[in-house]
Every structure is written in C-alpha cells, then in structure tokens.
C-alpha cells in the first residue's frame, strides 16, 4: 500500500512540473505574439490552455484521492497539501499567459506595445520563462537549496515592474491613455507570474522541510 501510495504522489508531483513546464512554454510565445504581434501565436496560447486547465483539474482530483483514501500524515500529509496549493499557483501561471496572448490578439494588427517598452517586456518574458522552469526544476528535484535561490530571478522581474512606471510617467511619454493601461497589465501580469513561480518554491520548501515561513528568504505572494 505504502508503495503504490508513494507512487502516486510521485505521478501527482510529475503532472505539475508538466504543468510549470506548460505553464513556461505559454508565456515564451505569448511574449512572442505581443511582441510581434503574431495572431496566430496568440490563438495558439489561447487554444493550449483549456491542456493546462485539464492538467489541473486532473492534478487536483489525484491529491484529494489521496488524501481521502490514504490519510497521510507528518510529511506525507505535507506533500499532498502542498500539492493542492501548488495546483492553484501553477494553474495561475497558465492563465497569466493566457491574458498576455489576449491583449496581443485584442490589438491585433496593431502591436500591443510602444517600440520604446519592448526591450523591457522581451527581458520580462525570458526572466518568466526562466522562473517557469526553474520551479518546474524544484518540483521535480524537491531540491529547497535551489527553491530558495529562486528569489534572485523574481528580483530582476520586481525591478523591471517598477521601471516601467518610471517610463510611463515621465513627460516624455506620447503613446496615449490606451497604451499606458495596456503596459501596466501587462507588467502586471508578468510580475504575477514571477510570485506565482516563487510560490511554487516556497510550497516546495515548506514539503521537505516543514518550514513555511518568512524565514526561508522568500516573500509571501501578494
């Protein structure tokens, strides 16, 4: 029984680093579609993510079986918990890119972005893609060392949020109302998908060591 009980926690485990993985893979091309405004990237991250969402549920379901059928406790009963709220954070992530590629495709032919913020937003989708696979790296390896390091990428993605207002209320900018709501979610969504990312390491953490606090230098997600 233990057995196959750790064997469907290790399958529950590999559904979400499928998902982070998924999760990364969506916003790399939906940067792209806001980039270049590209319609048919845009429909693509729109049409691939009811697989997220699918994954989801699926991955939600397993850990309730598990916890109704196998009644963990201590550690095991981390792992499962922790799960649940890893379903929640990766299934965010998804639907974060989900509403990048939708603005790319609401301006469509027209791009999304000022020429003068694309270099901000191109860096913002590398540090995305780069934070979906690291905590896809974490869940797999269940390594807290390298969940906690985590922390450095999404300081990059908290400095490049807080740029871009500087840019948008300077006197210099000419782009209009439209434009400055548009950069500011989309900053926005960036950034959230950066804490969803870091949230995913802290739960890993808090799965191994039991710790789950401000202590493990990562911040609590907003």
């Given at each position: ?9 290790e ?17 790399e ?64 992530m ?28 191109a860096?913002?989708?590398?540090l995305?893609?780069e ?8 869940l ?9 390091r ?5 300081d ?11 840019v948008m ?12 709501v548009d ?17 995913v ?20 997600i907003?």
């Amino acid at each position: 029984m233990r057995t196959a009980y750790h064997e469907q926690l290790e399958g529950l485990t590999n559904r979400l680093g499928e998902m982070c993985g998924l999760a990364g893979v969506a916003m790399e091309r939906a940067t792209q579609a806001l980039l270049q405004a590209d319609l048919v990237l845009a429909e693509q991250v729109i049409s691939d993510h009811e697989h997220i969402s699918a994954l989801s549920a699926q991955a939600e379901e397993q850990a309730f079986v598990l916890l109704a059928l196998q009644s963990p406790v201590a550690g095991d009963l981390r792992s499962v918990v922790g799960s649940i709220q890893i379903v929640a954070d990766v299934d965010r992530m998804g639907a974060l890119a989900l509403h990048v590629a939708k603005i790319a495709r609401r301006r469509h032919p027209q791009h999304a972005l000022p020429e003068e913020v694309n270099g901000y937003f191109a860096e913002m989708g590398r540090l995305a893609v780069e934070l979906g696979n690291t905590a896809q790296e974490v869940l797999l390896t269940q390594d807290p060392e390298r969940a906690a390091r985590i922390q450095e990428e999404d300081d990059a993605m908290d400095d490049l949020h807080r740029h871009l207002f500087s840019v948008m209320m300077d006197r210099e900018w000419k782009h209009g109302v439209t434009a400055a709501v548009d950069v500011t979610l989309l900053s926005r969504f960036y950034e959230r998908f950066a804490d969803h990312a870091v949230e995913v390491a802290r739960r890993v953490i808090f799965q191994v060591t039991g710790r789950y606090s401000d202590d493990d230098g990562l911040p609590t997600i907003r």
